[in-house]
């Protein structure tokens, strides 16, 4: 089990008294690598208090969320695979040309999921950061875009910046 506080970590290592407090790095797929101290043992493991600051935490959760809702039936049929990148904030350029601030909820190679107040028309074509893009959905807090041109694999991670 894993929140944006602690993660209950299930290992052969048998965990003593001696480990709480120790500090772990533990790698958790889809999340990435998440820092903190054992804080209680459990009869699988042991469970650590997440120590991340508040732009990893805020990734954090918001990935949680994402799959969360993806476990319980309420995914897209996007096909590829989401993150989070660590520069969220981007503007969105209206084909009238005004300059949106947005944040940005996920992204993909192929495409993005924004936060913002005004949403252009589905279909429209915008430019998020310096890459050009077509409205696809309306989401309740925002837009999803496809991108013009996807990223490639080779510079595509969370430290992207649009």
Not at 13 to 19: G, N, W
Not at 44 to 55: D, Q
């Amino acid at each position: 089990m894993l929140d944006s506080e602690t993660a209950a970590v299930a290992c052969d290592y048998l965990a003593s008294d001696d480990d709480i407090g120790q500090e772990v790095i533990c790698y958790v797929d889809g999340i990435g690598l998440i820092a903190g101290s054992v804080r209680e043992l459990t009869e699988t493991g042991f469970t650590i208090g997440v120590e991340v600051n508040a732009e990893r935490h805020a990734r954090i959760e918001a990935r949680l969320t994402w799959m969360r809702e993806h476990v319980h039936g309420l995914a897209d049929r996007r096909a590829s695979a989401r993150i989070v990148p660590k520069h969220r904030r981007t503007t969105v350029k209206w084909p009238d040309g005004r300059l949106i601030d947005a944040e940005i909820a996920d992204l993909s190679m192929s495409g993005a999921g924004l936060v913002l107040a005004d949403k252009p028309s589905v279909g429209a074509v915008v430019t998020v950061g310096k890459r050009f893009a077509t409205v696809v959905r309306h989401k309740d807090d925002g837009i999803g875009v496809a991108f013009r041109l996807p990223f490639s694999a080779e510079t595509f991670n969370e430290h992207v910046v649009l």
